[in-house]
C-alpha cells in the first residue's frame, strides 16, 4: 500500500510558481535478513506509481562513508537485469541517495543537471525523487541516481585503452596526499577494468608525473592532448561557482572512452555546495574554496592562456542563459513539486532540528538559501573574470 502523503503549501520564496500535484514513485525493498554494509544481499524490489507496479530481483547493501553516520541510509542496488527506474535510463546498477544533510534535496540534481547543461559531453548522473520502504518500512525520500560507471560514460569496452577511476589520488598536492598502504592495492580506486583482472593504477602516476614534473614548454604543448580541456575548464567553473570544496581533490570519477579521446571528469557527489559544507555548516562565500590545492588547476592557472580561456569561458556561460539566477531558480521550480510531495513523510521520520544539523532551518528557509548564495556566488565570479554585462536579479 503506498504511503500517503500530503502536500506541503509554499510559503517563503514569494517567486515561485505554485506547485502542481504530481505522483512519487514509491520503492519497496524486501529482504529475508537484515541489509549489510559491506556485502550485498539479496533483494525483491517493487516499484509502484500512480498507474503501474513491477517487481524486480535484485542485490542490495547500504552505502556511504561519513553520511553512513546519519541514521537515514543510502542504499546500492544491483539489479537482475537492466530495467528504467523511475523513468530514468535503463542500468543494473543504482544509488538511492538518503540525502540527509541537504534539506532541499537538491543540491547533488542541480549540480549534476548543470554540468551536463554546460556542454553535452560533460557526464553526471542523471536523478529522480522516489519514496522508499525497507522491509516494509517507509525510509522517506530518496534522491535515485545512476551510478557512474563504463555503460553511463559510454565507454567502449573493447578498447584497451577505456578506463575508470573513481576518485584517484591524481590531483592531491604532496603534502595532502594519503598514504599508499598494502593494505589498499587498488589505490586509485580503478573500477573499469576489474581491477582483480588488470591493474591500470600505473596510468595515474604516469599522469601525475605529467602534471607535476615535465617542463613548462611540454607541459603546455601536450596538456590539452592528454586532458580534455573544455571539459577540465567547466569542471573548474562548476566547482568555483557552487562553492564545492569538496570537489576540488576528490567527490569525481576519471576516465577515457577510448584510445582515441582524452581523459573526462564526470561530477559525483556535490552536497557541499550552494551555501552549505558537505557537513551542513552554513558557508555563504565565508570559506572559499582552494582550488590551487589541485595541482591540475594549479599548473593551468599559471598559463596566461588558461586563465583568458577561463574568463571566456565564464563570459560565455552567463551569456548563454546557464550561469544566471534566473536559469538556477528554473530548476529548483521544477524539483520542488516532487520534493514537496516527500516532505511529509521524510519530516515524521527526520526532522529538520535532527542531531547532525548545524541549524533547523526549514525547507523553505533553504530553498531561499541557495537562491540567496547563488546572487552572491555569480556578483562575486562577475568581478573575479571582470564579466561587464550584469545580471538581472
Not at 595515474?204 to 592528454?226: C, K, M, W
Not at 568581478?383 to 545580471?391: G, N, P, W
Request: hydrophobic share 35%; charged share 25%.
Amino acid at each position: 500500500m503506498i504511503f500517503a502523503v500530503a502536500l506541503i503549501s509554499v510559503s517563503v520564496t514569494g517567486c515561485r510558481k505554485k506547485a502542481e500535484p504530481v505522483q512519487l514513485p514509491v520503492i519497496h525493498i524486501t529482504t529475508e535478513r537484515e541489509i549489510l554494509w559491506d556485502k550485498r544481499i539479496p533483494c525483491s524490489v517493487d516499484v509502484v506509481t500512480e498507474n503501474d507496479s513491477v517487481t524486480w530481483e535484485g542485490k542490495v547493501k547500504y552505502r556511504g562513508g561519513i553520511s553512513s553516520k546519519y541514521y537515514k541510509h543510502s542504499y546500492a542496488l544491483k539489479l537482475e537485469h537492466r530495467q528504467a527506474l523511475c523513468g530514468l535510463p535503463e542500468s543494473r546498477t543504482w544509488i538511492l541517495n538518503a540525502s540527509y544533510i541537504d534539506k532541499t534535496f537538491m543540491r547533488h540534481k542541480l549540480c549534476y543537471d548543470l554540468f551536463r547543461q554546460m556542454r553535452p559531453e560533460n557526464l553526471a548522473p542523471q536523478c529522480a525523487y522516489a519514496l522508499l520502504r525497507e522491509n516494509g518500512h517507509p525510509q522517506g525520500l530518496y534522491v535515485v541516481m545512476q551510478r557512474l560507471n563504463e555503460k553511463t560514460l559510454q565507454l567502449d569496452e573493447d578498447d584497451p585503452a577505456a578506463v575508470v577511476f573513481k576518485e584517484p589520488k591524481l590531483f592531491f598536492p604532496d603534502e595532502r596526499m594519503p598514504a599508499r598502504t598494502d593494505g589498499e592495492p587498488n589505490f586509485q580506486e580503478q573500477t573499469f577494468p576489474n581491477f582483480e583482472e588488470e591493474d591500470r593504477n600505473p596510468l595515474i602516476d604516469e599522469l601525475r608525473n605529467f602534471i607535476v614534473n615535465t617542463p613548462d614548454s611540454t607541459f603546455y604543448a601536450h596538456v590539452g592532448q592528454l586532458f580534455d580541456l573544455q571539459n577540465i575548464i567547466d569542471w573548474h567553473l562548476l566547482i568555483l561557482f557552487v562553492n564545492g570544496g569538496d570537489n576540488v581533490l576528490k567527490n569525481f570519477y576519471l576516465y577515457r572512452t577510448d584510445s582515441q579521446t582524452p581523459y573526462r571528469v564526470a561530477l559525483w557527489d556535490c552536497d557541499h555546495s550552494f551555501g552549505r559544507d558537505g557537513d551542513n555548516e552554513k558557508n555563504m562565500l565565508e570559506r572559499l574554496l582552494q582550488d590551487r590545492q589541485n595541482i591540475l588547476f594549479n599548473r593551468l592557472l599559471r598559463s596566461p592562456e588558461y586563465q583568458k580561456r577561463l574568463s571566456e569561458r565564464y563570459g560565455e556561460l552567463r551569456q548563454s542563459g546557464i550561469f544566471t539566477y534566473e536559469n538556477i531558480e528554473r530548476m529548483m521550480q521544477e524539483n520542488d513539486p516532487y520534493v514537496r510531495k516527500g516532505l511529509e513523510e521524510n519530516l515524521q521520520l527526520w526532522p529538520f532540528d535532527s542531531e547532525n544539523y548545524y541549524d533547523s532551518a526549514n525547507y523553505d528557509e533553504e530553498y531561499a538559501l541557495i537562491l540567496e548564495f547563488v546572487k552572491m556566488s555569480l556578483q562575486q565570479l562577475d568581478k573575479q573574470f571582470a564579466f561587464s554585462q550584469s545580471a538581472q536579479f
